[in-house]
């Protein structure tokens, strides 16, 4: 009797399950987007606005609204979120969402990025890409900076010379 009530209810749960998921896909094919891609520059510099495209494609049969939503990680740290503009879809097409990011620091990140179509997410999406210090964005140090130690030495030259001619000239006399 114990096994037979086992069976009942694993039936019941498995018949249900079923039941869900043929009426999710059907009801899923009305809207079903893929974000196939994030595509950037592979590497910018310091300072420079990187355009970031995420490729949409609405694979449904409505209209569907998209916005693009990522996160951009520094060595694993999240410095930034973005979003692109809000668009409809029409059944069939495909879309570049659009958003922009301007690194402050060089090092290697990530993008981690999805799509919101209504009221759905699509999958994630992960790409990389490299940042490099730009000339006005790196530190400058006064030794990288050859005028000043130069007049120094040539100062210091100056005044060596001048010492040894006159105390070459006391011992002369």
């Known amino acids: 009797m114990k096994y037979a009530m086992v069976g009942i209810f694993l ?43 995420a490729e949409f494609d609405n694979a449904g049969e409505e209209t569907v609204s998209a916005i693009f939503m990522g996160e951009i990680y520094l060595d694993y740290r999240l410095v ?33 990025g999805y799509v919101i179509y209504s009221g759905r997410e699509s999958s994630i999406k992960t790409s990389h890409f490299t940042v490099t210090a730009s000339p006005e964005h790196e530190p400058k140090l006064i030794s990288n900076d050859l005028t000043v130690p130069l007049a120094v030495d040539s100062l210091l030259a100056l005044i060596i010379i001048t010492f040894l001619l006159l105390f070459r000239r006391r011992s002369i006399r």
């Not at 749960?13 to 950037?40: D, N, P, W």
Request: proline share 4%; hydrophobic share 40%; no cysteine.
């Open 80 to 112: 930034e979120s973005v979003k692109s503009d809000e668009f409809r879809v029409k059944p069939g097409s495909s879309i570049n969402l659009t958003t922009y990011f301007t690194p402050t620091m060089a090092g290697d990140y990530h993008i981690r």
């Open 11 to 53: 039936f019941v749960v498995v018949f249900f399950s079923l039941i869900a998921l043929v009426y999710g896909q059907e009801k899923g094919m009305l809207a079903y987007g893929m974000l196939k891609g994030v595509s950037h520059p592979d590497s910018a510099a310091v300072g420079d606005v990187m355009k970031i495209d």
